[in-house]
């Protein structure tokens, strides 16, 4: 999306985050637009001696001002940060997008990023001791075992030929 007034528009509420981020540099704060409806009550102006006569409102969709003392001429949010930031056309748009973080023109969303993330080492597998246990020759009344093994021991033990005999079926 490229950089313009209407973008800058839809991102501002009509506009009107322009005019407070404006007023918050000369008020820091201070409850700087008070809305009610689609027009703001009347607040200070700082180009005309702190005074509360800048008038706020929205007409087409566009936040516009005029002062009630005529010391400003009537205009729109962009006149309006002009005279703050002696910007005009591109450069204040410019300058809009990057003091009110409005990111038009950059890629936005988590998947649209091309950063590569720094890959973790693969874990080692953890050895998992295999638990070994007594083995008692007959007669079962031993207190001491023949000898010591685990469960892959008697597993080959059982399918060998060794208790080939104990195992048949009669």
Same mark, same amino acid.
């Given at each position: 999306?490229?950089?313009?007034?209407?973008?800058?528009?839809?991102? $501002?509420?009509?506009?009107?985050? /322009?005019?407070?981020?404006?007023?918050?540099?000369?008020?820091?704060?201070?409850?700087?637009?008070?809305?009610?409806?689609?027009?703001?009550?009347? $607040?200070?102006?700082?180009?005309?001696?702190?005074?509360? $006569?800048?008038?706020? *409102?929205?007409?087409?969709?566009?936040?516009?001002?005029?002062?009630?003392?005529?010391?400003?001429?009537?205009?729109?949010?962009?006149?309006?940060?002009?005279?703050?930031? *002696?910007?005009?056309?591109?450069?204040?748009?410019?300058?809009?997008?990057?003091?009110?973080?409005?990111? /038009?023109?950059?890629? *936005?969303?988590?998947?649209?990023?091309? /950063?590569? @993330?720094?890959? @973790?080492?693969?874990? *080692?597998?953890?050895?998992?001791?295999?638990?070994?246990?007594?083995?008692?020759?007959?007669?079962?009344?031993?207190?001491?075992?023949?000898?010591? /093994?685990?469960?892959?021991?008697?597993?080959?033990?059982?399918?060998?030929?060794?208790? @080939?005999?104990?195992?048949?079926? $009669?």
């Amino acid at each position: 999306m490229e950089i313009s007034k209407t973008a800058i528009l839809d991102k $501002t509420h009509y506009g009107l985050r /322009i005019y407070s981020h404006v007023l918050r540099h000369y008020y820091p704060g201070e409850t700087v637009l008070s809305l009610s409806g689609r027009d703001c009550q009347p $607040t200070k102006n700082p180009f005309n001696d702190n005074k509360p $006569t800048l008038k706020i *409102q929205i007409v087409n969709n566009c936040a516009e001002h005029y002062d009630l003392e005529n010391s400003i001429s009537k205009g729109d949010a962009f006149d309006f940060a002009a005279l703050h930031y *002696q910007l005009q056309g591109d450069e204040l748009c410019q300058k809009l997008n990057e003091e009110l973080y409005l990111r /038009i023109g950059k890629q *936005q969303g988590f998947y649209s990023e091309n /950063i590569i @993330a720094p890959v @973790a080492p693969q874990p *080692q597998p953890v050895r998992v001791p295999i638990p070994a246990f007594g083995y008692f020759k007959a007669p079962v009344t031993n207190t001491v075992p023949f000898k010591e /093994i685990n469960l892959l021991q008697v597993y080959h033990l059982l399918q060998g030929n060794q208790f @080939a005999q104990c195992n048949q079926l $009669t």
